[in-house]
């Protein structure tokens, strides 16, 4: 049987107008979210602004100087796995202050966001309790973690951070400024001397952990 072309553009014709708005919602739809996520991405550029991420910073003091090194870096939706407590931690966040740097979360969310956290760090120091178990020797110190996003001082980055930090230093910071690898880490002392303030009132705001090696 011949093809009636003159049939198959007129089908198709009809096709394409009944379905042009359609089309139309949806390419509007694929162009407006690109440029939302493109304009976006340029704001949080601009202002330094990763609040969607998670720092677990180790903070010690060597030889009178005051050293932060990053253990890891994650998503907050790689650590909390969990929308709820992704949007909990996030408006947490938004409410610090260049005063109160710790993040003011619900006293019931604060074991289980805290938890999530030290699972993170737990798993990159396994092979220490492995050691400790099998009675390997191994040194194990006690370790304090708190969540928060420090807005004082001269910030490069603004990002959710998990302090980490062992409690015998905490409780016993010296008085005087340390030496600092850059001068924005004074910044960090301030929230080191604000947390072992904390902890003596609020231990709850905090949770301790054992780290061997």
Same mark, same amino acid.
């Given at each position: 049987? @011949? %093809? ?6 007129? *089908?198709?014709?009809? &096709?394409?107008?009944?379905? @042009? ?5 949806? $390419? ?25 991420? $998670? ?10 100087? +005051?050293? %932060? ?11 909390? $796995? ?5 949007? *909990? ?32 760090? /737990? ?6 309790? %492995? ?7 191994? *040194?194990?110190?006690?370790?304090? %973690? ?10 490069? =980055?603004?990002?959710?951070? /998990?302090? +980490? ?21 004074? =910044?960090? &002392?301030?929230?080191?001397? &604000? ?10 705001? &905090? ?5 061997? $090696?």
């Amino acid at each position: 049987m @011949a %093809i009636s072309w003159d049939k198959v553009i007129e *089908t198709l014709t009809d &096709f394409a107008r009944s379905n @042009a708005l359609k089309w139309g919602w949806g $390419l509007l739809f694929l162009v407006g979210g690109w440029w939302l996520g493109k304009w976006r991405a340029w704001s949080q550029w601009r202002k330094k602004d990763f609040l969607g991420r $998670l720092n677990v910073s180790l903070n010690m003091i060597c030889n009178g100087k +005051l050293l %932060i090194r990053t253990i890891v870096e994650k998503s907050l939706e790689e650590v909390f $796995l969990n929308a709820l407590a992704v949007r *909990t931690v996030r408006k947490a966040a938004n409410r610090t202050t260049e005063a109160n740097p710790l993040l003011p979360l619900p006293r019931d969310d604060i074991w289980y966001i805290l938890n999530s956290v030290l699972n993170e760090v /737990a798993e990159r120091f396994s092979a220490g309790e %492995i050691r400790r178990d099998m009675g390997i020797a191994v *040194t194990t110190q006690h370790y304090l %973690i708190c969540l928060t996003r420090e807005r004082a001082g001269d910030v490069k =980055t603004q990002k959710v951070r /998990a302090m +980490l930090i062992r409690k015998d230093l905490l409780l016993n910071l010296p008085d005087e400024m340390p030496q600092l690898e850059s001068p924005n880490h004074e =910044t960090r &002392f301030r929230t080191l001397q &604000f947390m072992a303030a904390l902890y003596k009132k609020e231990p709850s705001q &905090f949770l301790g952990m054992d780290i061997s $090696l």
